[in-house]
C-alpha cells in the first residue's frame, strides 16, 4: 500500500500545493490585446441606452461610436484598461460621481499617465486655474475627444472648430478676419489658428501684459518668414522695424518684468486688432489712413489730426516715402564714421608726434 493511501490528507495537500503554486516553466494564459480587450468592452457600450447617473441628478451615456473609435490614434494601441484602471471586472465595481464635471475631471487624470507633460502645462494655464476656482472649463477629452482621438491639428481648421465649443462670439469674429478666410482658403497651413497665439496647453491670459507684451514675438512668428509671407506680398521686417520705433523698444525692455494689467506700450493687436485682424487697405481696416487718428486716440486721446504723419509705420525710410528722414539718416551714416575716424586720425598722430619729438 503506498504513502498516500495510508495517509490521505498529504494527497489532499499536495493537490492544493499544485494548484496554488506558480506554474514555472509552463505557459501563462494569452493576454488580450488592445483591439481584443476593446472588441469585449463594444459588447455592452455600443449600446446607446447605456449611461451613468450623477448625484445631481443629472445623466451622461456612455455609448462609444464603434467607428469613430476605430479611426482613434489609440485604437490597438491603448487598453481600455489603461485609461479605465479598476474597470477589468464584470459587472464593472460601482463608483458614485457628483457631477459630470467631477467625472470628467477622472479623465483628465487618466490622460497624464502618458502625456505628463502636456498635463504639467494645462496645470499653469489659464483653463486649470478656472477649474480650480469651481468654474466651467475645458479639460482634455473636451478638446481631444475621450474615444475618436485623431492627429491634433489635421485638418488645420479642426484647431479653430474645437476652441469655437466655448468661444463661439470669438469665432465668428475670426471667421470673418483676414486669417479666417485665409484658413478657409487653399492655403491653410499659412493661416495662424487659436494654438499658434495662445498656445494649446498653458495657456495664458490673454489680458495679462505678459501675454501681451509677448505678441510682436508672436506675430514676427509668421510675418518674419519670408516663404510664407511671399506669396502675399507682404513686407517681412515689420518685426524689425517695429522693435527699431519707440512702440517696440519699450515693449522689448519692459517684457522681461511685465506683472499685471497695466498697459505698458502699444503692441500689434492695439493697432490691427485680435481676432478681427483685415487687410491695411480694406474698408474698416483699424489701420487705414481714415482710421488710424482713431486708433492712435486709443492710447493718445489728445492726439491731434496730423499726430499719425509724425509716425512711419513698418515703412523703412526711402526717398519715396519719408526723404527727409531718409536723407537725415545718409546724412549720419556717412557724417558719423567720418567725425570718429578723424578724432581717432588726429589722437594718432598726435601720438606719433609725442614719439618721434622724445
Given at each position: 500500500m503506498s504513502l498516500l493511501q495510508h495517509r490521505p490528507w498529504l494527497a489532499t495537500g499536495l493537490l492544493a500545493a499544485m494548484f496554488a503554486a506558480p506554474s514555472y516553466g509552463l505557459p501563462e494564459p494569452p493576454k488580450e490585446s488592445p483591439a481584443e480587450e476593446a472588441e469585449g468592452c463594444l459588447g455592452c457600450h455600443e449600446d446607446p441606452s447605456?449611461?451613468?447617473?450623477?448625484?445631481?441628478?443629472?445623466?451622461?451615456?456612455?455609448?462609444?461610436d464603434r467607428n469613430a473609435f476605430a479611426q482613434s490614434v489609440h485604437f490597438g494601441k491603448v487598453a481600455c484598461s489603461e485609461c479605465h484602471p479598476g474597470f477589468q471586472e464584470i459587472p464593472h465595481p460601482e463608483r458614485r460621481y457628483a457631477s459630470e464635471d467631477e467625472f470628467r475631471a477622472g479623465m483628465r487624470q487618466a490622460c497624464q499617465t502618458c502625456h505628463f507633460q502636456d498635463y504639467s502645462r494645462y496645470m499653469d494655464g489659464v483653463h486649470h486655474a478656472v477649474a480650480k476656482e469651481g468654474g466651467a472649463a475645458p479639460t482634455c477629452v473636451d478638446c481631444h475627444d475621450a474615444h475618436a482621438v485623431t492627429p491634433p491639428g489635421k485638418p488645420r481648421s479642426r484647431v479653430s472648430d474645437t476652441c469655437s465649443t466655448c468661444h463661439s462670439d470669438v469665432a465668428e469674429t475670426y471667421a470673418s478676419s483676414v486669417h479666417g478666410r485665409l484658413l478657409a482658403g487653399p492655403r491653410p497651413d499659412d493661416a495662424p489658428v487659436c494654438t499658434d497665439c495662445h498656445r494649446s496647453h498653458d495657456i495664458q491670459d490673454p489680458k495679462s501684459q505678459a501675454f501681451l507684451l509677448r505678441t510682436p514675438e508672436t506675430c514676427g512668428g509668421c510675418h518674419s518668414d519670408n516663404q510664407r509671407m511671399k506669396p502675399y506680398g507682404l513686407s517681412t521686417k515689420v518685426m524689425s522695424t517695429y522693435l527699431a520705433d519707440f512702440h517696440g523698444m519699450t515693449a522689448s525692455l519692459a517684457a522681461p518684468h511685465a506683472e499685471g494689467s497695466t498697459r505698458v506700450t502699444a503692441v500689434c493687436v492695439d493697432c490691427h486688432g485680435v481676432h478681427d485682424i483685415t487687410k491695411v487697405d480694406e474698408p474698416g481696416s483699424?489701420?487705414?489712413?481714415e482710421n488710424l487718428l482713431k486708433t492712435c486716440q486709443q492710447c493718445h486721446p489728445d492726439a491731434a489730426g496730423?499726430?499719425?504723419?509724425?509716425?512711419?509705420?513698418?515703412?523703412?525710410?526711402?526717398?519715396?516715402?519719408?526723404?527727409?528722414?531718409?536723407?537725415?539718416?545718409?546724412?549720419?551714416?556717412?557724417?558719423?564714421?567720418?567725425?570718429?575716424?578723424?578724432?581717432?586720425?588726429?589722437?594718432?598722430?598726435?601720438?606719433?608726434r609725442v614719439v618721434v619729438n622724445r
Open positions: 447605456i449611461e451613468v447617473a450623477f448625484a445631481d441628478g443629472t445623466r451622461r451615456t456612455l455609448q462609444v483699424k489701420v487705414m489712413k496730423d499726430f499719425p504723419a509724425a509716425w512711419l509705420s513698418h515703412f523703412e525710410p526711402s526717398l519715396e516715402r519719408a526723404p527727409l528722414v531718409y536723407l537725415t539718416r545718409q546724412f549720419y551714416v556717412i557724417f558719423i564714421p567720418f567725425v570718429i575716424g578723424g578724432l581717432v586720425l588726429q589722437i594718432l598722430l598726435h601720438f606719433w
